[in-house]
């Protein structure tokens, strides 16, 4: 939903800060109506949507505000990459852990997010996640194991989902795995060259790495020292 929101930050007659995210005229209703579903959730690695207008073409969101951002500010950034030492990275997967679980089994409907990345993951004032951006979030039926689109949305994709349109709880496991490897390795899942050829594949390498045991070769090339030093 990035292309179609704009965000700012503000704060309440109380002082609470929050997130501020406006629709533009092209936002389908749908994702807007995706996103309200997030006032029914409430887990601590979700994030919480506070409030919000609908007003003829007006559409606000209003969220509780996330003071470090997004987590691809941090992932392959040789700067702000060691500021995530092993610790932190260990307690994002935890949490993202714990709310994909809550999304999927515990929520008031099985939810599938569709569209896990490092972007969609938020970091408040102690480096703990929230899972966000629930414009492409389908609710699955208790009798209903997946479903089909013809709208296939989302970065880390299944191949199932990416090539037939299936979705399931399995779509979020997958994007899921990608996370977790970028987050470990500090590496992109997709490293492209100056023409747009992939020259570097994530999940791919790992895979060879794993089937040979040599998953322990997986780069970690920002803070390598300081995975060793905390392991």
């Not at 997004?70 to 040789?78: E, G, H, K, N, Q």
């Not at 997010?113 to 492409?136: Q, T, Y």
């Not at 299944?158 to 037939?164: G, Q, V």
């Amino acid at each position: 939903m990035g292309r179609i929101w704009e965000g700012v930050q503000g704060w309440l007659p109380g002082g609470l800060n929050v997130a501020i995210k406006r629709a533009d005229e092209h936002a389908a209703m749908v994702e807007v109506n995706s996103e309200l579903q997030l006032a029914k959730l409430q887990h601590a690695n979700v994030i919480r949507l506070l409030g919000w207008c609908i007003h003829g073409k007006e559409r606000i969101l209003v969220y509780e505000f996330m003071q470090n951002g997004s987590l691809d500010r941090y992932l392959c950034d040789r700067t702000k990459g060691p500021l995530l030492n092993w610790s932190k990275r260990f307690k994002i997967i935890t949490g993202l852990t714990e709310g994909i679980i809550y999304l999927h089994k515990h929520s008031m409907f099985w939810l599938v997010h569709r569209d896990l990345k490092p972007h969609n993951v938020l970091l408040d004032c102690n480096m703990l996640p929230k899972i966000a951006d629930f414009g492409s979030a389908r609710a699955l039926s208790s009798d209903v194991a997946e479903e089909r689109t013809g709208r296939v949305m989302g970065t880390y994709k299944a191949p199932e989902y990416a090539s037939r349109g299936v979705y399931s709880m399995k779509t979020d496991v997958f994007s899921f795995g990608v996370l977790v490897l970028v987050i470990i390795s500090g590496r992109k899942n997709t490293i492209l060259d100056k023409r747009g050829d992939t020259v570097g594949d994530l999940v791919r390498d790992a895979w060879h790495m794993w089937k040979d045991q040599r998953l322990h070769e997986l780069d970690f090339n920002l803070t390598s020292s300081n995975y060793r030093a905390q392991s």
